[in-house]
């Protein structure tokens, strides 16, 4: 079993900055990828960041350049850093984890909003 929390979404204006982060409890040490997906009202789910326990990361196409993930492995922490919000960004930030051995599974944070608003 592995439980994900999220923190540090919150409301903030366009073009401002803001570092969520989740600390991942429980059999942390399969946690071969942790990362963000979002999802916006009336939209689907989608990807924003992932990284691997051997540092590779990878980001959605909507996504790329004012998203930085960051990993912990020590502590147990996966870390985004947005900048330049924008209000398409507003949306519930999911943090996701994923366990190569068998059985493969994913596990999913509670979520953290984001508003973005002027």
């Known amino acids: 079993q592995v439980q994900l929390v999220e923190s540090g979404g919150g409301l903030a204006q366009p073009g401002e900055s803001l570092r969520l982060s989740c600390r991942a409890s429980?059999?942390?040490?399969?946690?071969?990828?942790m990362g963000w997906y979002r999802q916006a009202p009336g939209k689907q789910r989608e990807l924003v960041a992932t990284m691997t326990n051997t540092g590779s990361s990878h980001y959605g196409e909507s996504t790329k350049g004012r998203f930085t993930v960051s990993r912990d492995n020590a502590k147990d922490t996966v870390h985004l850093q947005i900048n330049s919000l924008t209000p398409e960004d507003t949306a519930v930030y999911f943090c996701?984890?994923?366990?190569?051995?068998?059985?493969?599974?994913?596990?999913w944070g509670q979520g953290t909003q984001v508003t973005v608003s002027s």
């Open positions: 429980g059999n942390t040490l399969t946690l071969t990828v």
């Open positions: 996701f984890g994923h366990i190569n051995n068998w059985p493969p599974r994913d596990y």
